[in-house]
């Protein structure tokens, strides 16, 4: 084991890791945010676009994010629309994203039970305030689980974006290992950068879970 590599390597990693975390921040946020917007047209069942929704889901779940970023990166490009690297990333993961945060959306939106709308609606409030005070935060605390999943299989999915020349954590790895051959100590230190992205994100996954239960929401 070489540990003077490993010490001079540390700064490169943490620079990589930034933009990996970066990248994953805005494809969550993204994600979520066209996850909902699509559950919910699922859920009112809006015509037209219930079914487009619906083609979108399938195509982003069965086709890799590898094609995808390909697609936006090289693909676009043929027909004179160019996108920066670190655009089609965060659009590649909110596009994958989207389509996982739908469907967790969609499952705690319909494990709100008919008698609660129908209470809420006899009490006068308005579909809008039904779907905020009723609807929605129950939803959430029953998607929580899915929600949490989803995100962490997004951050250890901003790996891929290495492929269309993004200075990530993988990128780096791979770009060390070619140039100096010190295989394991640069797997050691990706493994290591990896967890403490990781980690965190999941522990603080299973305390807002935690925190939802206890408010006795979802139940």
Request: proline content about 2%; aromatic content about 14%; glycine content about 6%.
């Amino acid at each position: 084991m070489d540990y003077a590599f490993v010490a001079a390597s540390i700064p490169l990693f943490i620079k990589a890791a930034e933009l990996t975390l970066v990248l994953a921040f805005w494809g969550i946020s993204l994600s979520l945010a066209v996850g909902l917007a699509c559950a919910l047209v699922l859920y009112y069942r809006i015509r037209v676009f219930d079914k487009i929704t619906v083609v979108y889901i399938e195509l982003s779940r069965n086709t890799p994010l590898l094609i995808q970023l390909f697609f936006l990166y090289y693909g676009f490009a043929k027909i004179g629309i160019k996108f920066e690297a670190y655009t089609c990333a965060v659009f590649g993961l909110a596009f994958l994203g989207g389509s996982y945060m739908a469907e967790a959306f969609r499952a705690g939106l319909e494990a709100v039970t008919k008698s609660q709308i129908e209470s809420g609606l006899s009490l006068g409030l308005t579909r809008s305030q039904l779907m905020r005070y009723i609807i929605l935060p129950q939803a959430f605390a029953v998607a929580v689980p899915a929600l949490g999943a989803n995100a962490i299989f997004l951050l250890k999915e901003t790996s891929v974006v290495s492929a269309i020349a993004l200075a990530d954590l993988m990128f780096v790895a791979k770009d060390l290992i070619g140039m100096y051959y010190k295989t394991t100590e640069v797997l050691l230190l990706l493994v290591l950068f990896y967890l403490a992205l990781l980690l965190p994100l999941s522990m603080m996954l299973t305390y807002i879970e935690r925190r939802v239960r206890h408010a006795g929401l979802g139940n």
